[in-house]
């Protein structure tokens, strides 16, 4: 049973570039949601995708947008990139109505430079 | 808001040593209580979790109790290995009854290196 999968593992983009991140969730999940952890930090909550909208949102300027399609799966983009966007970006999937079975993906691993 | 404190790292122990890692949480409603733990370069993995007052946790030797009338949720082992080497997050979460997961909220985290 795969667990949660996160594409790219790694990824070096340039200020004022845009980026996509993707994320496929655990099978049986239909929940997904987006963390950023900066280094040394614990991971902030970005946003939650169900149902193929977004339900819950963190913190974050809309230059961070997202995606769920039909089969669960969730995308993150960000736009007009700062040097401060360099981070770990985790996804979480879960089962909706459940408040323990968060599944993590690895991360991707942005650079900004 | 909801908000976890964890004390601070790094944590150094000799093998076979006990492990305190403190964490204290505020929030409104009645939270869910996580340990997750984070190896070099990967994502969090769920080390244990308690749902409600009183509830112990426990996983792999590593043990914490959710205690509502400090609320705190500390975490405990017996005899740490150096594989136990990782970086510890405490995190909590609020049930939403509108049938979506909540946000889990986590501390800082606190580095654990244990040493032969």
């Known amino acids: 049973d795969a667990g949660v999968t996160q594409s790219p593992t790694h990824l070096i983009k340039t200020r004022g570039q845009q980026v996509t991140l993707r994320c496929s969730p655990k099978?049986?999940?239909?929940?997904v949601s987006w963390y950023q952890q900066a280094l040394g930090q614990g991971p902030q909550f970005i946003f939650q995708?169900?149902?193929?909208?977004?339900?819950q949102r963190g913190n974050f300027p809309d230059r961070f947008s997202g995606h769920q399609f039909p089969n669960y799966s969730s995308e993150l983009n960000v736009n007009a990139l700062l040097l401060g966007d360099s981070a770990l970006y985790l996804c979480a999937s879960s089962l909706a109505g459940t408040v323990y079975g968060y599944t993590f993906g690895s991360g991707t691993r942005l650079t900004v430079v | 808001g909801n908000s976890v404190t964890q004390m601070e790292g790094p944590v150094t122990l000799s093998e076979e040593a006990f492990l305190t890692i403190n964490c204290t949480y505020t929030a409104t409603g009645y939270p869910s209580l996580f340990w997750y733990v984070q190896y070099p370069g990967e994502g969090l993995q769920l080390l244990l979790k308690?749902?409600?007052?009183?509830d112990k946790g426990s996983n792999k030797g590593f043990e914490a109790t959710y205690r509502k009338e400090t609320t705190s949720f500390h975490l405990e082992k017996g005899s740490v290995q150096v594989s136990d080497s990782a970086v510890y997050f405490c995190a909590l979460t609020i049930f939403i009854n509108t049938g979506t997961a909540s946000k889990l909220t986590f501390g800082t985290g606190t580095r654990l290196q244990v040493t032969l």
């Open positions: 995708y169900y149902e193929e909208e977004e339900r």
């Open positions: 099978s049986g999940h239909d929940t």
């Open positions: 308690a749902t409600k007052a009183d």
